[in-house]
C-alpha cells in the first residue's frame, strides 16, 4: 500500500497508536490525530524514525470544524484519503442511577459524533474515486454490555449499528465498511478502570489474558487490506474468546 493515505483518530496512544505503526510499516502514509499535539507528533516521530511517512494534527474528532481542518490537513500531507480508522475515544465508569447527563452526552459525542463526523468527512472523495476503506473501533461492551458501562456500551452499540448501515449503502460503490470489536486490551483507557473491574474481567475470558495492542492494529491491518475485499459491514472481534459469534 505504498504511497496509499491513511489517517488514524486517536493515535497518541494506546490501540491507535499501534494501529497507526502498523499501517505506516505496511506503507501508508500516516496521519497521526490526538487531542493532544504532543502525543500526535511523538507518534509520526516515531514512525518516521522507524522509516516510515507520517504527519500530524491535534483536534477533536467531536468538534465540526476541527474535523474540517483535520481533514484538510490530513489531504495537503499525503493527498485524498484511502483508509480512515474511527479509533478515538474515552472511557468513563459509572453506575447508570448516578451516571451524570454531561459524561454520557460526553461518551457520545467523542465515540458516536466524531465517526459520524470524520466519515462524512472523507466519505466524498472516496466516493468519487470509487474506492476506499472505512474501519471503525467500536468494542465487544457494543455486543454484550457491561457493568457500570451503560454509556460507553451504547455508544460503542451505535457505531455497530452505524457500520452495518453505511456498509450498505456505499459497498456498491466501491468503499468498504467494517468494525473492530476488541474486549479488553492492555491500553490506558482499560488502566484506568478499577482493579477490581479488570480482575472480574481478567476471570471471565476464556483465554486468560487481556489483548495487547498490537493484536488489535493486526486486525484493523487485515480490513484495510485487499484480502479482505469480502468483508462487508463485519465487526471482527480481537476479544480473547469474550464474545462469539
Avoid at 476479544?239 to 459469534?245: A, H, K, P, Q, Y
Amino acid at each position: 500500500m505504498a504511497g496509499t493515505s491513511a489517517l488514524v483518530t486517536g493515535a497518541g496512544s494506546g490501540i491507535g497508536r499501534a494501529i497507526a505503526i502498523r499501517l505506516a510499516a505496511d506503507g501508508y502514509a500516516v496521519f497521526v490525530n490526538d487531542l493532544s499535539a504532543e502525543r500526535a507528533e511523538a507518534v509520526a516521530a516515531e514512525i518516521r524514525a522507524a522509516g516510515g511517512t507520517a504527519a500530524s494534527g491535534a483536534g477533536d474528532v467531536g468538534d465540526e470544524a476541527d474535523v474540517a481542518r483535520l481533514h484538510a490537513e490530513a489531504v495537503a500531507a499525503f493527498g485524498a484519503v484511502a483508509l480512515l480508522v474511527n479509533n478515538a475515544g474515552i472511557a468513563h465508569q459509572s453506575l447508570f442511577e448516578s451516571l451524570e447527563v454531561a459524561d454520557f452526552d460526553r461518551m457520545f459525542r467523542v465515540h458516536v459524533r466524531g465517526t459520524f463526523l470524520m466519515t462524512r468527512a472523507v466519505l466524498p472523495a472516496m466516493l468519487a474515486a470509487g474506492k476506499g476503506v472505512v474501519v471503525n473501533v467500536a468494542s465487544q461492551l457494543g455486543q454484550i454490555g457491561g457493568v457500570e458501562l451503560v454509556h460507553y456500551s451504547g455508544a460503542k452499540a451505535a457505531i455497530i449499528g452505524m457500520t452495518k448501515a453505511l456498509a450498505r449503502e456505499v459497498s456498491a460503490r466501491g468503499v468498504r465498511v467494517n468494525a473492530v470489536a476488541p474486549g479488553p486490551i492492555n491500553t490506558p483507557l482499560v488502566m484506568d478502570l478499577s482493579e477490581d473491574w479488570r480482575a472480574a474481567k481478567k476471570a471471565e475470558l476464556p483465554l486468560g489474558r487481556f489483548g495487547e495492542p498490537s493484536e488489535v492494529a493486526a486486525t484493523v491491518a487485515f480490513l484495510a487490506s485487499d484480502e479482505a475485499s469480502l468483508f462487508v459491514g463485519q465487526t471482527l472481534g480481537p476479544n480473547s474468546g469474550d464474545v462469539m459469534l
